[in-house]
């Protein structure tokens, strides 16, 4: 979305974090907006047990922290850096003010992200409440690609493991197993050296 470019010549301010580095807690107040360039984050809650649910991993040129940092809340998950190593751009809420009017185009596209993972979070959370499991899969990988930016029409191998499936789709590991071998009976997905391909 937004090129290095840019966001130096605005003086964003830049970090550069590396694998198991906490970006944020869960119900840490919100004073910053992040921009990932390049890097993967987890995003994820955990139980009164200890146990994570993955809620997304999120990649290349995306935002993580919108909403609670544009409605002043706390947030309500966890950042993890998952890659190797991670180069953010920090904005606090007078920066990103003053980008945004700044570069109008770029709000457009902003309230364009925004939109669509708003839209994605309400297919999973419909999925996770009326959908079988294979249907909650599928559903799953159609959101995983879109997010991704990936050609929904064509296969690409899925680099999701088996259980951060399971706990993004509220689903057992077992019935994530079960459901993608029936799946790939069914070809609605191929299952090659173990690796998804949807």
Do not use: C, W
């Amino acid at each position: 979305m937004f090129t290095r470019e840019i966001l130096l010549k605005n003086k964003v301010p830049v970090l550069h974090l590396k694998r198991k580095d906490n970006l944020f807690r869960e119900d840490q107040k919100a004073v910053n907006l992040y921009y990932l360039m390049e890097g993967e984050i987890k995003i994820y809650n955990t139980d009164s047990e200890g146990k994570e649910f993955l809620i997304s991993k999120v990649t290349d040129h995306m935002f993580l922290g919108e909403p609670p940092f544009l409605l002043g809340e706390r947030y309500p998950a966890n950042a993890l850096i998952a890659s190797e190593t991670a180069e953010l751009f920090s904005f606090n809420e007078e920066l990103f003010k003053k980008f945004m009017i700044d570069n109008p185009e770029v709000l457009i596209e902003f309230t364009r992200a925004i939109a669509q993972k708003a839209y994605d979070k309400t297919l999973k959370l419909k999925s996770i409440v009326h959908l079988k499991p294979d249907e909650r899969i599928l559903n799953f990988l159609k959101i995983h690609k879109r997010s991704l930016g990936l050609d929904e029409e064509k296969r690409f191998v899925i680099n999701v493991t088996r259980k951060e499936m399971a706990n993004s789709t509220g689903l057992a590991v077992e019935t994530v197993i079960r459901a993608v071998k029936k799946m790939e009976r069914e070809e609605k997905l191929e299952l090659i050296n173990h690796k998804i391909y949807y």
